[in-house]
């Protein structure tokens, strides 16, 4: 009897400005493997189902536990973690592509940078005073702080902004990941000290405004972030300040 | 020498982000570099929180009670002096942390919420979820990014930190560092530099460390001189998940719930595990600590598991796992109290684990041991410093639960302003302070791996060297057996002379910076071994059989060790340890200390 | 990876370009298209839709309709300022946003993408069908507002073309979607429906909005086939005005 194996088909690109080709290898299966271990085992064999050898895949990596948000990409088709990809629970050949929306370093690791300028332009931090010994920080309650929780659990995977239909080159749209930090820093009782600026910033070419609440992101997000809620949150303050602008400006 | 001085930080965990934000705060110029975008770093990973005797519960905890426990826990083998002054600092700590906007859980009033874990009795660790390290990291991240907005930080994110530069007198004068794209090499000029690269779980090959705590970086100053102090103690944790790419925690709860731990009592039983009828299956905590069953501490149930995979051959399936069995407790129950880290399991194992016992074995979780350093954060190299998992001076033999985002932290307080310090006093270096010759170094090291054509490839023998490692360096300990592992380490070096890039290409070759790494792991390997077996004595996570209790009078010491050129491995110094707060005790959690 | 600290990676200006914070109009524009479709265009196209009703009861009183519809004041400043301009805003910028997402049902066919999707096919088929509809009926042929009595007629001949009919109904059921997902999209994107359940729950009710306005465009689009009219049509012009001018303070009771 034949051993059971698995069928992968990798797209690989050498550098940004090369041509994307696809390779096919087929590996020895192994129960409970996600698709870093196929990764893996590709590096430790470079070579295609042909028997042409090749070099290991290129690919962002860390924590494999779903908590740095490095491993996003492709998988048949669709833009999740490749840690949390079970392949036992996956269609083979397993198709294996670099977001689409990102410049490709190589092969599978692409440059996710927008989003961390994103971060600068929306000032997302509490800009306290120093690091010296203030004392205790405002008092919070359970609610609030069980409201801000889950924006503060995003990995910067930009999952959300691959599968939004309205990020692209075309309108710069500054993606969910980005709003949602604005809420939680608008809501938090130091932050909010920026929430002017931050509402301003959201309100240029690349803002809240393209959202076109396809809500793809809320699907897509693994570690299911409340972005609908979120963005019509950040949506209603940039709206009262636009109003507030009028009248008072 | 200047008056702004220049410091270089690298890696951006915890401790690095902590130290940058000191540097730049004071008006310091700072370069961070680090290998992933530093939102990424492993100290997301931590779970459970961070302690600090803030007595907010009314029980009357204090920091001396934080020092005592924290010293205690280490088995005595921690210097005193620094445990004291980061327990001292905790609680101004938690307090910062707070106020940048930590989602820090919150009592009914407001006010931090705090809750009990391993070796202490007081309400001391405060947590934002189950996602405490992940909330540091990117409140830290939020303040750095905040600077570097401010032009005050250089971020140099996909930077790999080859070598220390030291000049004529051999001090540091800044940092060789290949670029991850480019694979450019280049050396960046510093007045200090500060090294805060975390832990070194890779050299276990899986373990629950994330992909670039390999050592690195520390074993690269390791070989230009800098000490590397008690590498031999390794804390394993009893329950991770195995994978086929890592190890990932399982909290100590799912057993605090009324999980039980067992093997079929036949080797290679290959039926599923509830077609085993409860005859044939073997509970052997509960067997050999009637006791205490199943909640044994952390260091008993590993050993046991270990035992019985590795000596009685009975691992599931002949893998080395066991199960850890909660099908008995009802699905309410358990979905009431354990949630979330059931979740964990069906998510990367694909099995519902109230319907399937979960397999879980012990993996290599945390590195006590680290670069020495003194007071001040600083190695035995002038202007090397350390701060975070990188160092060795916070956990003894033994890290508690929630004291690691601390040392951290701390850490990083406390490198950040004394590099400083030391970079305004520093005088000029002659020359070009050694930067020509450690690129040159450094390139001839690149051209030679690019021109080597042997048939070695370096992700096996990374593979071989995690078994190694794993099986004689982790949980049981014996000499014959570290003897034996030094003398495989030595061969997979004679290997990696044969090693086959199967990637020459010169742009994001990651396979290329693996194997550079790959070569710092194996020499920090054999100090870990080598350490361990010098170390005839059982103490903390160090047990051996052979020698089954602490002894201090010979070893209440710490291991430092020196790269030596002439034999290209470890040479070992002792120091006493400061003990000058608290005399040494036996360490017993079965009574009362 | 931050490409930005390393001139060398020449990456640095690819892909999708950071958020141009204080920069450029496109928020401004963005919210008068989605105001536009609200006030005036959703008000003029419910005003439109309840006239038309007024097909329901026979010729005379649609006719009456479209006679007080011309006898409000300042008549081209209302159509042109209310209704042409933004309605050619509404689809010319509406077209812009199109041209700039990228929809991707293909891999993520979840209800979400499928309204987006849905969004802009209606919008599109709306917007050709409203330009042939206010050529052929507004701009062409006998002018309404001079002869309302004819506009049954008029209407009636238009339908009387089965492939007409079908365009009709088709641009019904879509301006109504269009409309009636738009209004949802509003209320969340103003801010006005902020939480899950809210927007829920306004989402039943744009469905029954649409649902009611498909039905009532159908019936009235149907009722102009009315065999009962069948001759109606051909009544003189100036009967028909006496006549409708007689019922005119009825309709305005029964609105």
């Given at each position: ?8 088909e ?10 994307a080709?696809?390779?096919?290898f ?8 996600n ?7 590709i ?7 042909d ?5 290991p895949?290129?690919?962002?990596s860390?924590?494999?536990?779903e ?18 990809a ?5 269609e ?11 410049p ?7 440059d ?10 929306v000032?997302a931090?509490v800009?306290i005073?120093?690091?010296y ?9 359970p ?9 503060s ?9 691959e599968?939004?239909p309205?990020?692209n080159?075309?309108?710069?749209f ?10 939680l820093?608008?809501d ?6 920026l ?12 803002g809240?405004?393209?959202?076109a609440?396809a809500q793809?992101?809320v ?12 963005i019509?949150d950040?949506g ?7 109003v507030k602008?009028?009248?008072?400006t | ?11 951006g965990?915890l ?9 730049a705060?004071?008006g310091?110029?700072v370069?961070?570099f680090s290998?992933?975008p530093?939102k ?6 931590a779970?459970g929180?961070?302690?600090a005797a ?6 009357g ?5 934080h ?6 826990g280490g ?13 001292e600092?905790?609680?101004?700590i938690i307090?910062l ?6 989602p820090f ?10 809750r009990r874990f391993?070796g202490t009795?007081?309400h001391?660790?405060?947590f ?18 905040r ?5 005050k930080v250089?971020?140099y994110e ?21 670029n991850?794209?480019?694979m ?16 070194n ?10 992909v670039v ?6 074993a ?17 944790h ?6 086929e ?11 605090g719930e ?7 009592k036949?080797?290679?039983d290959k039926r599923e595990a509830?077609s ?6 073997w509970y ?5 600590y ?7 501490p ?5 050993r046991?598991?270990h035992k019985?995979?590795y ?10 796992m ?6 008995h407790?009802d ?11 059931l ?9 519902d ?5 979960m397999k ?13 350093v003194?007071a ?6 002038p ?25 951290c932290i701390?850490g ?8 400083m310090?030391y970079?305004k006093?520093?005088q000029?270096?002659?020359?070009d302070g050694?930067h ?6 450094q390139?001839e090291?690149n ?9 070695e490839?370096p992700?096996k023998?990374?593979?071989e060297?995690?078994d ?6 982790t ?7 570290l ?7 030595q061969?997979l070096?004679e ?6 890039l ?11 910076a ?8 194996l ?15 059982s103490r903390?996570a ?6 089954p ?6 070893f209440?010491?710490?291991t ?9 491995g470890p040479r ?7 003990t000058q ?7 017993r959690y079965d009574?009362v200390? | 990876m931050?490409?930005?600290t390393?001139?060398?990676s020449?990456?640095a200006?690819?892909g999708?370009?950071p958020l ?12 008068l298209?989605s105001l536009?479709g609200?006030?005036?265009?959703g008000?003029?196209l419910?005003?439109h839709?309840?006239s038309?009703?007024e ?7 649609y006719?009456?309709?479209?006679k007080?519809l ?7 400043v209302l159509?042109w300022?209310?209704i ?12 812009y946003?199109?041209s700039?997402g990228?929809s991707?049902?293909?891999y993520y066919?979840w209800?979400g ?11 599109l088929i ?9 050529y052929h ?7 309404l507002?001079?002869h309302?009595?004819a506009s ?5 001949h ?5 492939w007409?009919l079908a365009l ?14 738009g209004?949802w999209?509003f ?5 006005i429906t ?14 029954a909005l649409a ?6 465009g ?8 009315n ?14 005005t006496t006549?409708s001018q ?9 609105k």
């Open positions: 009897m034949a051993e059971r194996t698995i069928k992968v990798i797209k690989r690109q050498h550098d940004p400005d090369g041509n080709v696809v390779e096919k087929e590996i020895p299966y192994r129960p409970n493997m698709v870093i271990s196929v990764l893996m085992e590096a430790a064999r470079p070579v295609t189902v028997g042409k050898e090749t070099t895949v290129t690919y962002e860390n924590c494999l536990e908590i740095c948000g490095s491993c996003s990409m492709l998988i048949n088709g669709r833009a999740r973690m490749a840690c949390s079970l392949v036992d629970n996956l083979q050949p397993l198709r294996l592509e670099p977001l689409s929306k990102f490709v370093v190589r092969d599978l690791q692409v996710r940078s927008v989003l961390f300028e994103n971060l600068k332009r000032q931090w800009p005073d120093g690091s010994d203030l004392g205790a920080g405002p008092r919070i309650t609610q609030v702080q069980e409201e801000n929780y889950p924006l659990n995003c990995i910067s995977c930009c999952c959300c902004m599968v939004c309205q990020f080159v075309a309108t710069g500054v993606g969910a990941a980005t709003i949602a930090q604005v809420k820093f608008n938090h009782p130091t932050g909010k000290v929430k002017e600026e931050r509402l301003h910033a959201m309100m240029g070419d690349g809240i405004q393209d959202c609440y793809n992101c699907v897509a997000c693994p570690k299911e972030l409340p972005l609908a809620q979120a019509s950040v209603r303050q940039v709206m009262l300040q636009a602008d009028i009248f008072t | 020498m200047a008056s702004t001085p220049k410091i270089i930080v690298i890696g965990g401790a690095g982000l902590s130290a940058v934000m000191k540097i705060e004071a310091g110029k370069d961070l290998i992933v530093v990424r770093s492993h100290s997301v990973c779970q929180g961070i302690n803030k007595n907010l519960k009314g029980e905890d204090t920091t001396w009670q020092f005592d426990d924290t010293v205690y088995d005595f083998l921690g210097n005193q002096t620094p445990i004291k002054g980061m327990c600092a905790a609680p101004a307090d942390l707070d106020r940048m906007g930590v859980n919150r009592t009914p009033e407001g006010l931090l919420d705090f391993g009795l007081y001391r660790t405060a934002a979820g189950a996602t405490t390290g992940q909330q540091l990291l990117y409140a830290l991240d939020e303040q750095v990014r600077y570097e907005s401010e032009g250089q971020k996909g930077w790999e930190f080859l070598s220390a530069v030291l000049d004529s007198k051999g001090v540091c004068r800044g940092i060789c560092a290949m991850l794209r480019t450019e090499l280049r050396t960046f000029a510093a007045d200090a530099i500060i090294l805060a690269t975390g832990g779980g890779a050299i276990f090959g899986k373990s629950t460390n994330s705590c390999t050592g690195s970086a520390q690269a100053v390791y070989q230009q001189g800098v000490c590397y102090a008690n590498g031999e103690f390794i804390q394993v009893p329950t991770c998940i195995p994978g790419d890592k190890l990932r925690l399982m909290s100590e709860s799912a057993r009324g999980g039980r731990v067992w093997v079929p036949t080797a290679g509830n085993i009828p409860a005859s044939e299956r052997f905590l509960e067997e050999w009637p006791k205490y069953g199943n909640l044994v952390r260091d008993v149930a590993t046991a598991i019985v995979v000596e009685h051959g009975l691992g599931i399936d002949g893998q080395p066991v199960y850890l069995d909660l099908t407790i699905r309410a129950t358990l979905d009431r109290k354990l949630e979330g880290i979740e964990i399991y069906e998510k990367f194992v694909g099995d684990p109230r319907e399937v016992p879980i074995f012990p993996g290599m979780h945390y590195t006590m041991g680290g670069l020495w003194d001040d954060q600083m190695t035995n190299i202007g090397i410093f350390a701060a975070g998992e990188a160092e060795y001076q916070y956990h003894g033999a033994n890290r508690l639960g929630a004291n690691s985002l601390l040392s701390y990083g307080f406390v490198a950040g302003p004394k590099a310090q970079g006093n520093l000029a270096a002659e020359g050694g020509t010759a450690e690129l040159k170094r390139e090291i051209r030679r791996l690019l021109s080597s054509s042997g048939a490839n992700f023998i990374w593979r060297l995690g190694v490692m794993t099986k004689n360096a949980v049981i300990r014996y000499n014959k057996n003897q034996a592992a030094d003398g495989q380490i061969s070096l290997r990696y002379r044969n090693i086959n199967s990637d020459k290409s010169m742009w994001a070759n990651t396979s290329f693996f194997t550079r790494q790959l070569l710092n792991m020499h920090l390997a054999r100090v870990i071994v080598q350490g361990a077996e010098r170390r005839d004595e903390g160090h047990y051996k059989p052979d020698f209790d602490r002894n201090d009078e010979k209440l010491k710490t430092k060790a020196f790269f030596a050129t002439d034999t290209n070992f110094e002792y120091e006493a340890v400061d707060f608290i005399p040494p005790r036996p360490r009574a200390k | 931050a490409t930005a390393n001139p060398s020449g990456s200006h690819r999708v370009q141009r914070a204080g920069q450029g109009h496109s928020f401004l524009l963005r919210k298209h536009s609200v006030i005036p265009i008000a003029f419910l005003e839709f309840l038309n009703t097909a329901l009861k026979g010729p005379a009183a006719a009456a309709q479209v007080f011309n006898s409000l004041p300042w008549v081209p159509e300022g209310f042409f301009l933004p309605i050619l805003y509404h689809a010319c910028y509406g077209l946003i199109w700039s990228k991707n049902i293909t066919p209800a993408n499928w309204m987006y999707m849905a969004q802009r096919w209606t919008g709306a917007f050709g069908y409203i330009a042939q509809h206010v009926l507004r701009f062409s042929g006998v002018r507002a001079d309302p009595g049954f007629a008029k209407v009636h238009e339908l009387a073309n089965p007409m009709y109904l088709v641009a019904i059921i879509a301006t109504s979607w269009h409309f009636s997902y209004l999209l209320a969340a994107k103003w801010g902020t939480g899950d359940k809210a927007r829920r729950r306004f989402g039943y009710v744009c469905t649902v009611a306005l498909i039905t009532l159908i019936a009235s689009a149907l009722a102009f086939l065999p009962k009219y069948k001759y109606g049509w051909t009544e003189s012009p100036s009967a028909q006549q007689l019922q005119m303070p009825d309709v305005a009771a029964s």
